[in-house]
């Protein structure tokens, strides 16, 4: 392979580098209106009056809306297919605020001072109601969080407002009680994981106005510009015909954009105004007012006989989705669909509990989703498990893990919001990926620890991890590829690069397929006139899906030059040689460049292009092993990573640097979930962790070493051997870290972040008991 | 009020109001490689040279640059350009927003410490965020550009 399988450098880096108008924000027309939304400082109100003449009079305020300008059509934010797996509970504006940073009202001013003023003019009086800030306790609380009846789910998923369920699930393979009691050996343990957010370093952006033909036209920094565009038809009762969305390039996203954010308010003052409007959140905002990722709490059981053999799992999991159900439902599932066919050998498996309304920010989709959850659970329950057993955690690993070639029923049972499909492991290199992890750290040496003197101790631990590639029989993508005069191509996908590279990769294959090099494919992505369907960046969809629909036009087009040689040569097209760059048969010879520009220019005129689909029908899970190596002070419990080495099979890696970016980005962002960010509210349900000073994503100083590698991986239905990258390095730290702790010093932290203050508690009570 | 600053070697006069940010300023002056992160000097992504230092412009007032030289990247393009090329071939492209910013503090850098060990970048760098990267493939590749230099 010439093109693919090599580490070229991005097609847009030097562009960006250089300061390139590119993001959302550097479209906006310069006359825009500002759009700045009232948020409720409440956890939780009814809107009982509210008055806007004051703000309305305000010299350069153009628009004030109030839930009076809105229908009461619910709608779901969450940038999913359609009809979407989450409730649709959410109103453009409400009379009731269900969180503290939810929507009130918002204004149009000419500028952001103006605008900010108006909106401290907008008289509102609020009834306070008491919220539900505690999710173990959200579960038929006597204080409903969605009274309103207009709520409802789009097919069955658990939703029960009158509960507080935003949804349900229950799931088994045969008999986990029986099993756990025949079990030799069973241990019993609950977990947490906290509300991490995303952090993209470009905030929530977007700005819209109407163009000369009255059509609406929103530039937005999201990853799924064509659900956005159906959203906002939807919400807003506009005909989706007189909607484009485009989608510049995205500063970040890891999930947070895969939702619907000030689309909705920039796109209503635009449409009543006819002039336009803009709106970036601002930190705070992103903080307190977008999404992050769902809390849960773990129940978990494992039972094995006592020469280390899993026989059960069984887990009760609550999950608090906040004020809305943005992805509640299918980002649960995922803690167990993307994490317990890891153990495949198991007799019986079960996994069940409730997505609870909270007041506090909403969940949502984030990378990983669902499977960081569930893996940090997993991964440490595994290891106290080997500690009970006194097996090591590698050989306890190696003895139960999924292998190649073989399945779980846990595929065909769940799927994305509903039911799976069977499937089995063409591709699973788990087994190297240890073995070749276990080197690297260097366990044979450390494990479980090494006293390093002055109270210091190092050790090792690991976690393996799965994750997916796109959504079977839900993802759709599809790539258009135009061959242009002079013998260049333009490549139009709807897939959606946020900054993973996939305009790189995707014409990488294009070029691959083609023969040619990759400074001859042009890519241009996400613009919903102009590129056609995918369902955008997320469920590690792109390299596989979008990938897939890449090759496949490829090809065809290549087809097609041959086709239009053979008419030139007067042969068959069988009798044509090609090799993307000249057509040959016999003494015929015609250059790509020729033949364009005689199709172009001369005889036989014609354009040649071809969109082509893919539809996925399986999702093989891409795999790795993490290890880390740290050292872990006894006396202040500072845990200090010194290297953290990654093992992955991802198959064949389209573009090996931008695959080693997607899991070191993913690593990193999992340490900061699992070490740094904490997430605190006050007991009033106002989140503190509001600005990048309080809430510590992991900065250079952090981070030490990373040392990533690739397995030697070839699955069969990717394109070119490929499966998707893009979330599998974030599930393994919380677990690892975990792990590498408890061998260090002994104790086990099963609630993230792994703080110094805890590990420092935890030694002191396990002092006391001893 | 009425500003006068050198951008990039051109004398500007804006129109400004007391309280406008330098990054609004900038920014409404078709200046986009600066962005717009944090808005509490946290991220690094808005950062410009105020008289060759690296400084915050979310933070600072368009009338405090009043008189002063301001650089932003595209007054740097060719070395832009060059440490464009160390990180694509590091793969240390991902979304591209704190490039612009990056590139210019390693203009710094370079200014400030004669030959930076691996330590004072990484010290150096605190400042700029980077949620996609990882940082390491960040390092390399301004490690190499800085060896490119010799
Ligand atoms: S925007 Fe200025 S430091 Fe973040
Ligand atoms: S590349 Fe996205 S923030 Fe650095």
């Excluded at chain 1, 485009?246 to 000030?262: D, E, M, N, S, Y």
Aim: proline share 4%.
């Amino acid at each position: 392979m010439k093109v693919v399988n090599q580490a070229l450098p991005s097609v847009d880096g030097k562009g960006l580098m250089m300061g390139k108008k590119a993001y959302s924000d550097d479209y906006a027309e310069p006359n825009s209106l500002i759009v700045k939304v009232l948020r409720s400082p409440h956890p939780y109100a009814k809107i009982v009056k509210i008055d806007t003449t004051k703000a309305e009079a305000l010299d350069g305020v153009e628009l004030v809306l109030t839930y009076k300008d809105f229908d009461r059509r619910p709608f779901t934010r969450a940038g999913q297919g359609y009809p979407e797996p989450s409730p649709h509970d959410k109103f453009v504006l409400d009379n009731y605020v269900r969180y503290i940073g939810d929507e009130a009202a918002a204004v149009a001013a000419v500028d952001v001072r103006t605008a900010e003023k108006a909106l401290k003019l907008i008289d509102i009086e609020y009834e306070v109601l008491e919220p539900v800030l505690d999710f173990e306790t959200a579960f038929e609380n006597k204080i409903i969080i969605h009274p309103e009846p207009e709520i409802h789910e789009m097919f069955p998923i658990g939703f029960d407002p009158k509960k507080n369920l935003a949804a349900s699930y229950h799931m088994h393979v045969g008999d986990v009680d029986k099993s756990l009691e025949e079990s030799e050996v069973v241990i019993e343990q609950s977990f947490y994981t906290h509300a991490q957010a995303h952090v993209m370093i470009e905030p929530h952006t977007v700005n819209s106005r109407m163009d000369y033909q009255g059509r609406l036209v929103i530039y937005s920094s999201t990853q799924t510009p064509i659900h956005v565009r159906r959203i906002i038809s939807q919400a807003l009762d506009y005909p989706l015909s007189k909607i484009r969305v485009i989608k510049p390039r995205v500063g970040g996203g890891f999930g947070g954009k895969q939702q619907v954010h000030g689309e909705m308010f920039v796109a209503t003052v635009t449409i009543k105004t006819g002039k336009p409007a803009k709106m970036i959140y601002t930190r705070k905002e992103v903080f307190e007012s977008s999404y992050s990722r769902h809390p849960m709490r773990f129940d978990l059981k494992l039972g094995s006989t006592k020469d280390g053999v899993l026989k059960a799992i069984d887990a009760y999991v609550v999950s608090d989705t906040g004020a809305y159900g943005e992805h509640a439902l299918t980002v649960f599932m995922v803690a167990a669909a993307k994490v317990f066919p890891l153990y495949n050998k198991v007799d019986s498996v079960r996994f069940h509990g409730n997505v609870v309304y909270t007041n506090h920010t909403p969940g949502g989709a984030y990378r990983g989703y669902g499977a960081i959850q569930g893996n940090f659970a997993l991964e440490s329950a595994i290891d106290m498990l080997c500690h009970k057993l006194d097996i090591d955690p590698i050989e306890f690993r190696h003895k139960n893990m999924i292998k190649e070639t073989e399945t779980s029923p846990i595929f065909k049972i769940m799927g994305e919001g509903g039911e799976g499909i069977e499937m089995f492991m063409d591709t699973c290199k788990l087994d190297y990926c240890v073995k070749r992890g276990y080197e690297l750290i260097k366990w044979k040496d450390i494990y479980p620890n090494k006293y390093l003197g002055n109270s210091k101790y190092k050790g090792v631990g690991m976690a393996i991890a799965m994750q997916g590639s796109g959504i079977p029989y839900i993802d759709m993508a599809s790539a258009t590829i135009k061959l242009n005069d002079d013998g260049f191509y333009n490549l139009m996908i709807g897939a959606t690069d946020i900054g993973q590279g996939s305009d790189t990769i995707l014409s990488q294959i294009a070029a691959e397929a083609l023969g040619t090099t990759l400074d001859n494919v042009i890519p241009y992505s996400s613009d919903t006139d102009l590129t056609p369907f995918d369902t955008g960046a997320y469920a590690s969809s792109t390299t596989y899906v979008s990938g897939n629909a890449v090759l496949k036009a490829g090809k065809e087009m290549r087809q097609m030059i041959i086709n239009e040689a053979a008419k030139v040569f007067n042969v068959k097209p069988e009798d044509v040689e090609y090799d993307g760059v000249v057509l040959k048969s016999g003494e015929n010879e015609i250059t790509l460049k020729e033949l364009s520009n005689r199709l172009y220019y001369n005889e036989d005129q014609k354009q040649l292009q071809i969109t082509s689909s893919y539809y996925g029908t399986k999702s093989p899970p891409p795999f790795m092993a993490g290890f880390v190596e740290v050292n872990v002070d006894k006396e202040t419990g500072e845990v200090e990573i010194v290297d953290y080495v990654s093992v992955v099979d991802c198959g064949t890696t389209i573009n090996p640097m931008l695959a080693k970016g997607q899991v070191e980005g993913g690593i990193v962002q999992g340490i900061g979930m699992a070490m740094y960010e904490e997430v605190i509210y006050t007991k009033k349900g106002k989140l503190v962790t509001n600005d990048l000073m309080n809430y510590r994503i992991p900065t250079r100083r952090e981070i030490n070493k990373l040392t990533t590698e690739f397995a030697d991986s070839y699955e069969k239905s990717g394109p070119y051997g490929a499966k998707s990258v893009g979330e599998i390095g974030i599930d393994t730290p919380p677990a690892a870290l975990a792990n590498a702790v408890y061998n260090a010093v002994g104790v086990r932290i099963t609630t993230l972040p792994i703080t110094p203050e805890k590990i420092l508690m935890a030694l002191k009570e396990k002092e006391k008991g001893e | 009020m009425r500003i006068n600053i050198e951008v990039n070697g051109n004398l500007k006069t804006y129109d400004v109001a007391p309280d406008d940010y330098l990054l609004d300023t900038l920014r409404a002056d078709n200046i986009f490689s600066i962005k717009r992160g944090c808005e509490t000097s946290s991220c690094g992504v808005c950062t410009v040279l105020m008289d060759g230092k690296a400084v915050q412009s979310c933070t600072i007032l368009s009338v405090k640059a009043e008189g002063h030289k301001i650089t932003t990247i595209e007054g740097h393009q060719k070395e832009a350009k060059k440490l464009s090329e160390h990180f694509g071939h590091q793969g240390a492209d991902q979304c591209g927003y704190c490039n612009s910013a990056l590139a210019l503090t390693v203009h710094a850098m370079k200014d400030e410490i004669k030959e930076p060990t691996n330590e004072d970048i990484k010290e150096y760098l605190v400042g700029n965020l980077c949620r996609c990267t990882g940082y390491e493939a960040q390092h390399r590749a301004i490690k190499l550009c800085l060896e490119d230099d010799e």
